[in-house]
């Protein structure tokens, strides 16, 4: 079983959607949570970082934890066609200097 | 600021062969990490420096791997010889504070490996 399982989809939206993009987990040791957003034939970026559980926002970004169903999401606000990408989460654990990525979920925003 | 450059871009090797990888950090960053995404499967840890100093190499897959960072500044990724296995994207990342934790990982574009 992998640590971290994420849709690959595709994904497609109509422009101005909410996209909902999530994962799960194995590992219950995992504090650090985060959202890399990838564009064809570049490097991931980081897009959101939570610690533990809760929720941030960052624009029309939000990203929530539920540590008790170690369940993550990523919610994309008035999509655009600029977000279309490949969106990836990534954990770690406290002390690790290495994270744990989804397959990542491919999006496209459609015009 | 110039990013995380890595080369070559796109290597194609045939089986046997040897290919040598190479990344420049950010200027300052001590911390650089080297990841793997073969296809269809998920980005994978391969192993992290700081500086000159290999921190974790639990990643890597086999002795067939070599990594190195001389002087603490660019690294290097060989592979020797290359199976088929081996194909996919390598990535490095680099980081001024200790990532992921406490700071922001910034990674290259990649350098695509292909092994016939």
């Known amino acids: 079983q992998k640590e971290v399982e994420q849709d690959p989809g595709p994904l497609s939206v109509p422009e101005g959607a909410i996209v909902s993009l999530n994962c799960t987990y194995s590992?219950?040791?995992?504090?650090?949570f985060m959202w890399y957003r990838q564009y064809s034939r570049k490097g991931p970026e980081l897009l959101m970082y939570t610690y533990s559980s809760g929720n941030k926002e960052d624009g029309r970004f939000t990203a929530q934890v539920d540590k008790s169903s170690k369940y993550i999401s990523l919610f994309i606000r008035d999509s655009q066609p600029s977000d279309s990408a490949t969106y990836l989460c990534a954990m770690s654990v406290p002390g690790a200097q290495k994270l744990v990525f989804g397959q990542g979920t491919r999006l496209t925003i459609n015009p | 600021e110039a990013g995380v450059t890595q080369f070559p871009s796109h290597s194609v090797i045939e089986k046997g062969q040897t290919v040598t990888l190479r990344c420049d950090p950010i200027?300052?960053?001590?911390?650089l990490y080297w990841y793997r995404r073969v296809m269809g499967k998920e980005i994978k840890f391969l192993l992290h420096f700081v500086k000159e100093s290999k921190q974790d190499e639990s990643g890597m897959p086999n002795n067939r791997f070599l990594a190195e960072r001389t002087g603490g500044t660019y690294s290097t990724l060989k592979v020797q010889p290359a199976e088929l296995e081996d194909s996919g994207v390598y990535f490095c990342?680099?980081?001024?504070?200790?990532?992921?934790?406490?700071?922001?990982?910034?990674f290259g574009e990649g350098s695509r490996l292909t092994v016939l």
């Open positions: 990342a680099s980081s001024q504070e200790l990532a992921p934790n406490t700071g922001e990982l910034f």
């Open positions: 590992n219950s040791a995992f504090q650090y």
């Open positions: 200027s300052g960053h001590d911390n």
